[in-house]
T-cell receptor, first 113, second 115 residues
């Protein structure tokens, strides 16, 4: 079946530290991959996406590369800020047209000043 | 605001009452999805609707839950005779199509609390 596994949180970092949040997936087809961010009390916002192998999604200093050989889509940022504190969700759309996004359980990031 | 609009943001109900959650998709979007997020968990797909049609309700409990997306007006998720276990955040998303290059855009959710 299709599934997404994220590293457990919370992840606590100091400002300007390097961030990696691991995400691996299982899919039977050719999935599209997404990272969503959820700030406290808000909905999910699309952070970045990649629709095929070797694509790199990037936005607001965050980036993730779709690696088919390791079935991974790790989220990275070179220098985090306090305002990046949020819950990050990795998600998968198994194949085009299935619409049933499959979400990981989320990783809470806390950035300390 | 051209985003997905959900209301109310917070809803409190007593056991046995009905809960009605509304979602207006982004302008130009005709596909609506409802997800449920239990505390400390990811989102779980419930139902996918297009105007006047339920396309897939495989993630929705068979009893007490229903959804609609009428020709005019918002999509409604309705929960009858609520129980404590219905307490969760309910998110609506919309997209232009159901293709992967048209990602789903989410609303801020309705947080339902059952007393």
């Amino acid at each position: 079946g299709n599934s997404v596994t994220q590293m457990e949180g919370p992840v606590t970092l100091s400002e300007e530290a390097f961030l990696t949040i691991n995400c691996t997936y299982t899919a039977t087809g050719y999935p599209s991959l997404f990272w969503y961010v959820q700030y406290p009390g808000e909905g999910l916002q699309l952070l970045l996406k990649a629709t095929k192998a070797d694509d790199k999604g990037s936005n607001k200093g965050f980036e993730a590369t779709y690696r088919k050989e390791t079935t991974s889509f790790h989220l990275e940022k070179g220098s985090v800020q306090v305002s990046d504190s949020a819950v990050y969700f990795c998600a998968l759309d198994p194949t085009s047209g299935t619409y049933k996004y499959i979400f990981g359980t989320g990783t809470r990031l806390k950035v300390l000043a | 605001n051209a985003g997905v609009m959900q209301n109310p943001r917070h809803l409190v109900r007593r056991r046995g009452q009905e809960a009605r959650l509304r979602c207006s998709p982004m302008k130009g979007h005709s596909h609506v999805y409802w997800y449920r997020q239990l505390p400390e968990e990811g989102l779980k797909f419930m139902v996918y609707l297009q105007k006047e049609n339920i396309i897939d309700e495989s993630g929705m409990p068979k009893e007490r839950f229903s959804a609609e997306f009428p020709k005019e007006g918002p999509s409604i998720l309705r929960i009858q005779q609520v129980v404590r276990g219905d307490s969760a955040a309910y998110f609506c998303a919309s997209s232009q199509t159901d293709m992967s290059n048209q990602p789903q855009h989410f609303g801020d959710g309705t947080r339902l609390s059952i007393l």
